[in-house]
Nanobody, 127 residues
Framework: HVQLVESGGGSVQAGGSLRLSCSAS????????MAWFRQAPGKEREGIAA???????TYAESVKGRFTISRDKVKNTLSLQMNSLESDDAATYYC??????????????????????RGQGTQVTVS
C-alpha cells in the first residue's frame, strides 16, 4: 500500500523560504514519476514541479527559478525547496507519485488525474 505524507508547510513572509518534504512508503522509487501540485482556495489545482527517476526536472512557469524539486531514492523522500515566496504561492501543496514504465513523467507531468498516489496535503501561507 503506497502512502505519501507531506510535511514542512507553515506560514512565511513574502520573500521568505520553506522546504516541503514528502515521505513515501509502500514502494520503491524504481520507475516512479513524482510531482508536487498545489491548490489555492477558489483556484484550479496546478502542477508545479515533477522529477523523473533519473533526476530530470520540469517546472511550471509560475515557480521556475524559485522552486527546486529533488528526491532521495535511498530515504524514499521527495522535497520542494521554495524560495522568494509570493502571496500567490499560498496554497495546499500535494505530493504525488505514479509508476511509469520508463520512469519519466513525460508531457503529462502536470495532469492530476495521471497520478495514482497522492498525499493529504500541507498548507503554505504567505503574508
Amino acid at each position: 500500500h503506497v502512502q505519501l505524507v507531506e510535511s514542512g508547510g507553515g506560514s512565511v513572509q513574502a520573500g521568505g523560504s520553506l522546504r516541503l518534504s514528502c515521505s513515501a512508503s509502500g514502494y520503491t522509487h524504481d520507475r516512479y514519476c513524482m510531482a508536487w501540485f498545489r491548490q489555492a482556495p477558489g483556484k484550479e489545482r496546478e502542477g508545479i514541479a515533477a522529477i523523473d527517476i533519473d533526476g530530470s526536472t520540469t517546472y511550471a512557469e509560475s515557480v521556475k527559478g524559485r522552486f527546486t524539486i529533488s528526491r532521495d531514492k535511498v530515504k524514499n523522500t521527495l522535497s520542494l525547496q521554495m524560495n522568494s515566496l509570493e502571496s500567490d504561492d499560498a496554497a495546499t501543496y500535494y505530493c504525488t507519485a505514479d509508476s511509469r514504465t520508463s520512469g519519466k513523467c513525460g508531457v503529462s507531468w502536470n495532469w492530476w488525474g495521471n497520478f495514482a498516489f497522492r498525499g493529504q496535503g500541507t498548507q503554505v501561507t504567505v503574508s
